[in-house]
């Protein structure tokens, strides 16, 4: 999983497959296509979480007592995997069609629509 810590605003925000700003706006980015490769801009520094020790952590919450703890790190400032930009050269992406078992789902709600029969849609 990739994050953005935003110098600026200190604000930390999960990157998605389309565009997320922290709180001030000078941040921001999102997945490409792939879901692994990112783009982002402004004040940023990219943070990355072990997807597999994250979940194990929750799987393994404690009811009281110490967190458990997973791994996580700082993505180093040259990384193929993510790309910086000027805030001027990003495109923003917005909200992307999701489809799930041949049905497209409205990316508002995450429920399904499916085809009017008396109509004729694709």
């Not at 990157?15 to 997320?20: A, D, E, Q, S, V």
């Not at 490769?37 to 997807?51: D, Q, T």
């Not at 799930?100 to 990316?107: E, G, S, T």
């Amino acid at each position: 999983m990739k994050l953005l810590y935003c110098n600026k605003c200190k604000d930390v925000i999960r990157l998605n497959k389309t565009t997320r700003t922290c709180q001030c706006g000078a941040t921001g980015g999102h997945y490409k296509e792939d879901g692994l490769h990112a783009i982002y801009y402004g004040p940023a520094i990219p943070l990355g979480f072990s997807n597999s020790s994250f979940h194990e952590a929750i799987d393994s919450q404690p009811e009281f007592g110490k967190g458990t703890v997973y791994n996580a790190f700082v993505i180093p400032k040259v990384c193929p995997t993510m790309e910086l930009v000027d805030s001027e050269d990003y495109e923003s992406v917005e909200e992307l069609p999701i489809w799930v078992n041949d049905h497209l789902v409205d990316p508002k709600t995450q429920v399904a629509k499916l085809k009017n029969v008396f109509k004729n849609e694709k």
